[in-house]
Nanobody
Framework: QVQLVESGGGLVQAGGSLRLSCAAS????????MGWFRQAPGREREFVGGINWNGIRRIYVDSVKGRFTISRDNAKNTVYLQMNSLKVEDTAVYYC???????????????????WGQGTQVTVSS
C-alpha cells in the first residue's frame, strides 16, 4: 500500500504557473505508475497526465499538452506536475494517483489507479 499527499495548490492569475507535488510513502515508489487527475465542480474526474515507473514514458490530455509537465524523482518518492500558462478552465481539485502496475504506457482510466491523495485546490483567476 502507498499513501499520497499532494501540495502546491493555490490561487494564481491566468497565464501564471504552479508546481504541484505528490509525496508517497509506504511501498517502493518506483513500483508504481503515477497519474494526475483533476475534478472541477459539477464535472467528472478527468485524467491530466501520467508517467511510468522509470519516468521515460509520459502522456497528457490534449488540453494541457505543451503547458503541463509531469515528472518524478524516485529517490525522493515524489511526483510533480509543473503547470504553466494556466487558464481559468484549469481550475479544479488536482489529485495524484498510483497504479500498482509497471505498464509502459500509463493508463488514462481512473479505475486503474488503486491509491489516491486527498487533492489540492488550484484556482485560476481571470
Amino acid at each position: 500500500q502507498v499513501q499520497l499527499v499532494e501540495s502546491g495548490g493555490g490561487l494564481v492569475q491566468a497565464g501564471g504557473s504552479l508546481r504541484l507535488s505528490c509525496a508517497a510513502s509506504g511501498r517502493t515508489f518506483s513500483d508504481y505508475t503515477m497519474g494526475w487527475f483533476r475534478q472541477a465542480p459539477g464535472r467528472e474526474r478527468e485524467f491530466v497526465g501520467g508517467i511510468n515507473w522509470n519516468g521515460i514514458r509520459r502522456i497528457y490530455v490534449d488540453s494541457v499538452k505543451g503547458r503541463f509537465t509531469i515528472s518524478r524523482d524516485n529517490a525522493k518518492n515524489t511526483v510533480y506536475l509543473q503547470m504553466n500558462s494556466l487558464k481559468v478552465e484549469d481550475t479544479a481539485v488536482y489529485y495524484c494517483a498510483a497504479d500498482r502496475s509497471t505498464r509502459w504506457e500509463p493508463s488514462r482510466e481512473r479505475y486503474d489507479y488503486e491509491y489516491w491523495g486527498q487533492g489540492t485546490q488550484v484556482t485560476v483567476s481571470s
